[in-house]
């Protein structure tokens, strides 16, 4: 059966296909609300899981407890086996997980798909649903009661209800993974405790895999090259930063792509937030959850992306087009800067840039900044109730694909096959023309599990280094959000709407829809609409936990 059928079947699986015919009913696997209680005050909290860390390759200079990240500027001459145990039995599983990329090749003409099946000993089918429609397509899985895939991934998008729908249709894991018993997967317990804990637990319980990430948050990307003709330094004030931004505005050229809210989040304000002092989402004072929204910090942010919009230094189609188009921007070098997740520093991205100019990150330009670190966490994958030994086969199949850096293992989930996907030279992986096509973008295995990172750039050890002299100076700062990991039950059924009263309002002003003064309104509809009963949740859920 071609592939191509695999994939309409498993999105009708998921909802898919179905949106013009089928209402979105309440969710009845896990109630109206009136159901389970998924927060976690007063409850018997599962253990985490004991973290052991891999004794990998020694770095060309190391990681930090402030989050920088171990720096390899070669690969590893040898690496090690981290699973010697068969992980599959030979069944089918699914997998439904978000993508950036292209669709990848059927599995029956794409060489990495064939090879992680035959590694993992398992027919996996995955679905890759583009992320401009993913949150529809959850919604629609979601209220649906049909059979899931086995593997759901769950990013960080608020979805109504979403921690009911995994309490009652996901597998409780905490007996598998929680505290010594993650030992029976030794690379998931090289995830770090900062990365299960911002996963959080559900009514006192594991539900999932972390997928974690690296400290820093949305960052600027900026083309250095251009900075650098134009003579704007590295360290800049707020006037500055302004200042060179228009410098390098000019023809068909400008000074940054995207102010609209990045997926699951806010976006390009929060580099210009943290830049300027305001708390990272929230500011714990004296036990209560102070928004960073209600900040004089975050409201000066908002006139700092005016300031840029006035002076034309914004793509012009930043609001009307996709991330994905505004990234070949940043990529071509018609924009200069672009604010993304930290996740896109990644080989991918630098190939895409093919040395057209020189790679580096933008350091926060206030005189007090306060970066905002990131969650250290993506999403997780979440499973399908099913009996013990098919959930530890998915176990066994999100250690494989978590193998760290320095194991064969990695090597397969990351490049795929030597000689094929990628050849080796004196420093380390080269990626042949097929890797192109057939990568964990397109194929994006990294959604149902992944390795803890580290920093290396095959191919490009300048970019490398300047990254890494960039968390060095940044990290240290940085602020993590103190909400991370608590559970807010108006969080969870009212997100959705209280992000869009934020973001539509931050576009509006910053592109002078509205003026300034706009935003203290926002601020009042914003607490009225269920913020003061989030910041009330999560000092409850705080005090709970301490």
């Not at 089918?92 to 060489?111: H, L, S």
């Not at 999100?398 to 990628?422: K, Q, R, W």
């Not at 940044?474 to 039950?489: E, I, N, Q």
Request: charged content about 20%; hydrophobic content about 40%.
């Amino acid at each position: 059966m071609a592939s191509h059928v695999h994939r309409r079947s498993l999105l009708k699986l998921a909802g898919a296909g179905a949106f013009a015919t089928v209402a979105a009913p309440a969710l009845s696997a896990c109630g109206d609300g009136s159901g389970g209680d998924v927060g976690n005050a007063g409850k018997n909290l599962a253990p985490w899981p004991t973290y052991t860390p891999f004794a990998g390759p020694r770095p060309d200079s190391p990681g930090d407890e402030s989050g920088v990240q171990p720096l390899y500027l070669n690969y590893p001459q040898q690496v090690v086996r981290s699973v010697n145990d068969t992980v599959g039995d030979g069944s089918e599983v699914t997998a439904m997980v978000i993508t950036y990329g292209a669709p990848p090749k059927p599995v029956e003409t794409n060489r990495l798909w064939q090879a992680i099946n035959k590694a993992l000993n398992v027919n996996l089918k995955v679905v890759v649903v583009p992320d401009a429609e993913y949150g529809q397509k959850m919604t629609t899985l979601m209220a649906s009661g049909d059979d899931l895939p086995d593997i759901i991934m769950f990013s960080q998008l608020a979805l109504p209800r979403s921690h009911e729908f995994i309490q009652a249709r996901c597998a409780d894991i905490s007996a598998l993974v929680g505290g010594d018993a993650i030992g029976d997967y030794p690379n998931l317990a090289n995830i770090p405790t900062r990365a299960w804990q911002a996963m959080g637990r559900i009514d006192g319980r594991i539900f999932g895999v972390p997928l974690e990430r690296p400290a820093p948050g949305n960052s600027l990307f900026v083309n250095r090259t251009a900075l650098g003709q134009a003579g704007v330094p590295v360290d800049w004030d707020t006037e500055g930063f302004l200042t060179g931004l228009k410098q390098v505005t000019a023809g068909r050229r400008w000074g940054i792509a995207g102010s609209k809210p990045l997926f699951g989040g806010l976006g390009a304000i929060t580099f210009h937030a943290g830049s300027l002092g305001a708390p990272n989402a929230w500011r714990l004072d004296g036990g209560k959850f102070v928004s960073t929204f209600t900040t004089p910090e975050f409201e000066e942010a908002l006139g700092v992306m005016r300031r840029l919009a006035e002076a034309g230094a914004y793509h012009p189609d930043s609001l009307s087009i996709s991330s994905t188009d505004l990234q070949t921007f940043w990529h071509n070098g018609t924009v200069v800067s672009t604010t993304d997740g930290f996740g896109s520093v990644k080989l991918a991205t630098l190939t895409k840039i093919d040395d057209r100019f020189e790679f580096d990150l933008g350091r926060p330009y206030g005189p007090n900044p306060t970066p905002w670190r990131g969650s250290g966490y993506f999403g997780h994958a979440a499973f399908k109730k099913a009996g013990t030994d098919r959930i530890k086969l998915l176990l066994r199949i999100c250690d494989y694909l978590s193998a760290p850096f320095g194991t064969a293992e990695y090597e397969l989930a990351n490049y795929g096959i030597e000689g094929v996907h990628f050849t080796r030279d004196g420093s380390g992986i080269r990626t042949t023309d097929l890797y192109k096509v057939e990568n964990t973008d397109n194929l994006p295995v990294k959604f149902i599990a992944v390795a803890p990172a580290v920093l290396y750039l095959p191919g490009y050890p300048n970019a490398a280094r300047a990254v890494h002299e960039w968390e060095k100076a940044v990290l240290p700062k940085a602020v993590a959000d103190p909400g991370l990991g608590l559970r807010s039950a108006t969080q969870t059924s009212k997100g959705a709407e209280l992000q869009r009263i934020v973001g539509d309002s931050i576009s509006a002003i910053v592109f002078g829809r509205k003026p300034a003064s706009a935003w203290r309104d926002t601020v009042v509809q914003w607490r009225q609409a269920g913020g003061d009963r989030v910041a009330e949740e999560l000092a409850t859920e705080h005090a709970a936990a301490k």
